[in-house]
C-alpha cells in the first residue's frame, strides 16, 4: 500500500520546490543591500546606464568613451533591466545573479539526466554553495554569463553524446550546446570557442574517439552560432573601424601571451583560487579526483572523462596565462559539482558523509577565533574601523558554516544522505552571503556612494565634473553622468586615443579649464590635492573621505 502523507506533513515531490524556493529566496533577496564597489561592479554598471541615456546600444561607452574591451550581451541584459525596473543596485547584479542561479539548474538537470535523481541533487547543492560561484554570482562582472553559457554548452554536448541519446537528442542538445557557445562568445569574445575546442581535441585523442565528431551537427550548429554572434559583431565594426583590431588582437592575444594588462600572476596562482573557491566541498573534490579517470568499459562515450578533461583544460590554459584573475577559472566549477555529486551520489555507505562535513567543522570553529585579526589589515584608505564594522558580519559567517556543517555531520551519522548534504549546502550559501553582505562596511573606502550622496543635490547636470590623476569607477554610475579625465587614462587609453577632446593630458591643461569655467566640481586624490593648493588654484572643499576628495570652484 502507497503510504499517505499526515495532514501537514510536505509531499515528496513537495520537497524539492520547497528547497528551491528557499534558496531561490536567499539567491536573490540580498542584491540591493551592497553598494557597488570598484572597479568591476561600477563599469559594468556605467556602461548599460550610458546605452539607456544615449540610446546608443551598439558602441559600448565607458565615461562616454568607448569601451571595446568586451562584447555586449551583458550591457544589453543590464541595460534592458535597468529600462524596465529601474537603476539599482540589485539590476546592476541581475544577469550575474540569474545566470548563476540558471548555472545550478542546469548542472543539477543535467547530472540528473546522466547519473539520477540523487546526483542531480548532490550536483546542484555544490554548485549552489560552492564559495566562488556564490562570490561571482552576486557581484557585477562578465565572467558569471560567460561560465553559464559554457557549462551549458559542455552539459549539452556530454547529453548529446551520451550512449543512450537518440538521433534526435544528439541534434536537439548539439544545437543548444551550439547556441550556448554563441551566447558565450557574445559575453566575453574567442574564449568562449577555444577552450571548448581544445576540450573536444584532447578527448578525441585521450579516447581515440574522433566518430564524435560526426555527431556535432557541424553545419547548422556553427551556422546558429554566426546567427547568434556575428550580426554584433560586423556592425560594431563598420561603425567603428578601430574596433576589430583592438579586440581581437590586444584583447585576445597581447592578453594572453604579454602583461600588458598587469595581471601576471606566478603558474600556481589558481591554486589556492581552486581549493578555497571550493569550500565546503574540498574532500568532496579529492574524493572525487580517485575515481574520476577510470574508464567505463561499458560505455562507448565516457561522461565523466569529458567534464573532468574540460576542467583541466580551463585550469591550464588560465594558469599559462599571462593575465589572471580569480574568477576566470569560474567555468570549470559546473563541472567539478557535477562530478563530485555523480561520486557522492553511488556511495552506498551514507556515514561517508560524516568525513566531508568533519573537517568544515573544524575549519569553522578555526575561523571564529582568527576573524578578530582581519583588522591587521586597515590602511590609510581601509582605516581600522570600517574592519571593525565587518567583524560580526565574518563571525556570523563562521557560525553558520558551523551550524551547517554540525548538522551534516548529524544527519550523515543517522544514515540520512540527502539532508545531510542540503545542510551542508545551505551553511556554505549563508557562510558565502553573510562574507558579501558584511564586505559592504568596507563601502566607504571602496564605492563612491558616500562621497557622491554628500554633494549629489549640489552638483547642476551641466556643470563640467573633472576626475583629475585618478578615476573611480562607481563615480558617473551614482553621479548619473560623465566625467572630464585629467591626467589618468589606464584602461580607458585607447578610448581616449580616438576622441582625444574628451580628455586633459595634464594638471596645466586641467588649471587653464578650471579657471576659465564659471562653475566646476572636481574628484582629486589627496597628494594631487596637496598640490594643486600649492599653486593657489581657486577650489573650496566639498566632500572628503580616506581615497578622494571633491572640491568646487567658488
Given at each position: ?33 551592497r ?33 571595446f574591451?568586451?562584447?555586449?550581451l ?23 545573479a ?9 548542472a ?40 553559464f553559457f ?20 544528439n ?37 581515440r ?12 550548429g ?41 595581471r601576471?600572476q ?5 591554486l ?31 561522461p565523466?572523462?569529458?567534464?573532468l ?7 591550464g590554459?588560465?594558469?599559462?596565462s ?8 569560474l ?33 569553522a570553529l ?11 589589515l586597515r590602511?590609510?584608505?581601509?582605516p581600522?574601523e ?7 558580519w ?23 544522505p540527502?539532508a545531510?548534504?542540503?545542510?551542508l ?6 557562510f ?5 553582505l ?13 562621497i ?29 553622468r ?29 588649471e ?14 589627496p ?23 571633491i572640491?568646487?570652484?567658488?
Amino acid at each position: 500500500m502507497t503510504k499517505r502523507n499526515s495532514p501537514g506533513e510536505p509531499s515528496h515531490m513537495s520537497r524539492p520546490l520547497v528547497l528551491l524556493l528557499v534558496f531561490a529566496i536567499l539567491w536573490f533577496g540580498m542584491l540591493d543591500y551592497r553598494k557597488l564597489i570598484k572597479p568591476d561592479e561600477g563599469r559594468y554598471a556605467e556602461i548599460p546606464r550610458e546605452m539607456v541615456a544615449t540610446g546608443d546600444w551598439l558602441t559600448p561607452r565607458l565615461n562616454d568613451i568607448k569601451y571595446f574591451e568586451k562584447p555586449a550581451l551583458q550591457y544589453w541584459a543590464t541595460a534592458t533591466a535597468f529600462t524596465l525596473f529601474g537603476e539599482h543596485h540589485w539590476t546592476a547584479r541581475l544577469w550575474s545573479a540569474l545566470t548563476g542561479f540558471l548555472g545550478v539548474l542546469v548542472a543539477g538537470l543535467s547530472v540528473r539526466r546522466l547519473w539520477g535523481p540523487r546526483a542531480g541533487l548532490y550536483a546542484s547543492c555544490i554548485l549552489g554553495s560552492s564559495l566562488l560561484w556564490v562570490m561571482i554570482g552576486h557581484v557585477n562582472t562578465l565572467d558569471m554569463g560567460m561560465s553559464f553559457f559554457l557549462s551549458s554548452a559542455i552539459f549539452g554536448f556530454v547529453l548529446a553524446q551520451r550512449d543512450a541519446a537518440t538521433p534526435r537528442e544528439n541534434r536537439n542538445y548539439m544545437w543548444l550546446a551550439w547556441l550556448a557557445l554563441g551566447l558565450a562568445v557574445l559575453s566575453k569574445g574567442l574564449i568562449g570557442l577555444v577552450l571548448p575546442a581544445a576540450t573536444l581535441v584532447g578527448y578525441s585523442l585521450w579516447q581515440r574517439d574522433f566518430g564524435l565528431w560526426r555527431r556535432l551537427h557541424l553545419v547548422s550548429g556553427l551556422a546558429l552560432l554566426l546567427a547568434v554572434s556575428a550580426p554584433w559583431f560586423i556592425a560594431v565594426s563598420l561603425a567603428n573601424p578601430e574596433f576589430a583590431r583592438f579586440f581581437f588582437i590586444h584583447e585576445h592575444f597581447e592578453r594572453f601571451l604579454t602583461k600588458v594588462h598587469g595581471r601576471y600572476q606566478p603558474i600556481w596562482y589558481f591554486l589556492p583560487v581552486l581549493l578555497i573557491g571550493m569550500l565546503p566541498w574540498l574532500v568532496g573534490l579529492f574524493a572525487m579526483l580517485r575515481g574520476a579517470f577510470r574508464n567505463d568499459p561499458q560505455r562507448r562515450f565516457q561522461p565523466q572523462r569529458f567534464l573532468l578533461l574540460w576542467s583541466l583544460v580551463v585550469f591550464g590554459f588560465f594558469s599559462v596565462s599571462s593575465s589572471k584573475l580569480a574568477s576566470y577559472i569560474l567555468p570549470l566549477f559546473p563541472a567539478l559539482a557535477a562530478l563530485i555529486g555523480a561520486h557522492l551520489a553511488q556511495q552506498d555507505d551514507a556515514r561517508r558523509l560524516r568525513w566531508h562535513a568533519l573537517p568544515v567543522v573544524a575549519l569553522a570553529l578555526l575561523c571564529l577565533p582568527l576573524v578578530p585579526l582581519v583588522v591587521m589589515l586597515r590602511s590609510p584608505e581601509v582605516p581600522q574601523e570600517l574592519y571593525a564594522n565587518y567583524i560580526p558580519w565574518l563571525l556570523a559567517a563562521s557560525a553558520a558554516l558551523l551550524s551547517g556543517a554540525l548538522a551534516a555531520f548529524g544527519f550523515a551519522w543517522f544514515s540520512r544522505p540527502q539532508a545531510s548534504m542540503v545542510s551542508l549546502a545551505f551553511g556554505g550559501l549563508l557562510f558565502s552571503q553573510l562574507i558579501l553582505l558584511g564586505h559592504d562596511s568596507l563601502a566607504p573606502a571602496n564605492s563612491a556612494y558616500q562621497i557622491v550622496e554628500r554633494i549629489r543635490d549640489q552638483v547642476p547636470p551641466d556643470v563640467p565634473f573633472f576626475s583629475v590623476n585618478t578615476y573611480d569607477q562607481t563615480l558617473p554610475f551614482y553621479l548619473k553622468r560623465s566625467v572630464t579625465m585629467v591626467g589618468y587614462m589606464d584602461e580607458l587609453g585607447f578610448g581616449i586615443a580616438q576622441e582625444p577632446d574628451k580628455f586633459i593630458s595634464d594638471l596645466a591643461g586641467f588649471e587653464q579649464t578650471w579657471k576659465a569655467a564659471p562653475q566646476a566640481w572636481a574628484l582629486i586624490d589627496p597628494a594631487t590635492y596637496q598640490q594643486l593648493l600649492a599653486t593657489g588654484l581657486p577650489m573650496r572643499l566639498a566632500a572628503q573621505d580616506t581615497r578622494r576628495i571633491i572640491v568646487r570652484k567658488p
